[in-house]
């Protein structure tokens, strides 16, 4: 892509077409295609715009309701008359790497808005569910002007901790008769909510679920280094109940977050946090890339005992910093 072509597509998608910032995101996430220097030049351009876009991570087991709790989300947020931006973050195919989509299906009835937009990614493997273009689009998407950025984690487990190093906002959505996830928080392996959601509330075992997490808020006494301390709240997002109230606490924590100059500051340790995982990312597929063409020698001659795994590995790395072995 042309220098003139790239301007002329994000002008198009800063004013809100929603085929261009499509056809941009395609870019920033798969960088490959259009190179690292098109894709450099236009996160130039859209960081500069961005730190501006209040981003809310949300995470929480398989099966607890959180598209469904997004789809609602997006309802009340476009109320206020916000431009909304979600992230669907899917578990990747062991096979092609490519993600299984589930997140856009539940939130079909947003996809004629045109001031929504959202995307299903693969985490691709990466552990704790962030890769390295997640968080480029995260950053493109702050750039181009969306209020709200949601992210919806992958929700596989303790590993699950990622989103808070991208968040200002961070639900952890729980639902009725969670025990172990209840545990969890008492074992401190959670402890990344600002805001804790019993879904389905509806349920008959939502007032004691809701009740045992507050019990854990207070007995443990957290408070998040912004001096926020966590709440929870019981809603039901199929039911549509308690969700109004969820976003105003949600609006209480943004402006906590602004009034103790917060706000800033994540967005610059979620900028530090991404170029770690970027540069990580391009010295990963390096590694492979070498290892690939010239690990195979490598391993036959540890195998023949004729070098020792610790300075074959030293060889590879020094192909990789482009000296010769």
Do not use: C
Not at 222 to 235: C, D, H, L, M, Q
Request: aromatic fraction near 6%; charge should be neutral; hydrophobic fraction near 40%.
């Amino acid at each position: 892509m042309k220098a003139n072509d790239a301007t002329v597509l994000i002008e198009k998608a800063i004013s809100g077409d929603l085929r261009s910032i499509s056809r941009l995101i395609s870019i920033v996430e798969f960088p490959a295609e259009s190179g690292s220097e098109v894709v450099g030049n236009i996160m130039k351009i859209l960081m500069k715009r961005g730190g501006r876009a209040h981003v809310i991570g949300v995470t929480g087991s398989p099966g607890v309701g959180k598209s469904t709790l997004i789809s609602k989300l997006i309802a009340m947020f476009r109320k206020k008359s916000y431009r909304v931006a979600v992230i669907g973050i899917d578990p990747s195919s062991p096979f092609s790497l490519g993600s299984f989509m589930g997140n856009r299906i539940r939130m079909q009835i947003h996809t004629q808005d045109p001031g929504v937009f959202i995307r299903s990614m693969a985490t691709r493997g990466v552990r704790g569910g962030l890769s390295a273009s997640t968080v480029l689009v995260l950053e493109a998407l702050d750039g181009l002007g969306f209020d709200k950025i949601i992210v919806e984690s992958v929700g596989a487990g303790q590993t699950d901790v990622d989103i808070i190093n991208i968040s200002h906002t961070v639900l952890n959505v729980v639902m009725p008769g969670a025990g172990d996830e209840i545990q969890a928080l008492k074992a401190g392996l959670m402890e990344i909510g600002d805001i804790y959601v019993v879904n389905k509330g509806d349920k008959p075992e939502a007032d004691i679920t809701l009740k045992e997490v507050i019990d854990v808020l207070n007995y443990e006494g957290f408070v998040r280094e912004s001096g926020w301390k966590p709440r929870a709240i019981k809603v039901s997002a199929v039911m549509g109940t308690g969700v109004e109230e969820l976003v105003g606490i949600i609006e209480e924590h943004l402006d906590h977050l602004k009034k103790v100059g917060f706000f800033e500051e994540v967005v610059r340790r979620r900028r530090i946090y991404g170029s770690s995982i970027v540069l990580r990312h391009i010295l990963e597929n390096r590694v492979d890339e070498i290892f690939r063409k010239e690990g195979g020698e490598m391993l036959r001659l540890v195998s023949e005992g004729e070098i020792d795994p610790y300075t074959a590995s030293i060889k590879i790395m020094n192909r990789v910093l482009g000296r010769a072995f």
